[in-house]
């Protein structure tokens, strides 16, 4: 059987899945970044930090978003003069995305300090308020002093 008349079947099925092949290889989707943060992407991972050290942190984070929301715009303004722009935007936002999702991972692992230390503040309080009623507790059941011995009834 042909699919045209000089084209035998088989080179038809492998002509047509060639080109399936080379769709769906256009097709694969990008490597996303990993999920779990690491030391290099969050450097104070594994430490236990202080509110204080928590809010330092925070401003860096928030002082490198913005430069990097700025470098970014400033790229897709340079990207609308050149030829190809659809491919150099599609560079911008991957590499914009990539930075993001660092500082969202350290964003996290800031998280997760805070209520590591939110929940031993809370754990001292519970500890403290159990201490406070067990020491109310027993100045209330002290025995009160010895009552003189009844005198006897006078005659």
Known sequence: MHCFRHIPARSCLAAVGLVALAFLAGCTPPKLP????????VPFLGQQ????QIAEWRDKVAQHRAAIEARHATEKVECYQRF???RCLAESRTAYRLEESVL??????????????KEIDRQLRIQQNAQDAASAAAALTV?????????????
Not at 104 to 117: A, G, I, T, V
Not at 144 to 149: E, F, R, T
């Open 104 to 117: 969202r991972k350290q964003d996290l692992e800031l998280n997760r300090q805070e209520r590591l230390l």
């Open 34 to 41: 990993t999920l779990e943060a690491t030391v290099e992407e």
């Open 49 to 52: 930090l202080t509110q204080e």
């Open 84 to 86: 190809f722009v659809n």
């Open 143 to 155: 025995p009160p002093a010895a009552a003189p011995a009844a005198s006897a009834p006078p005659r």
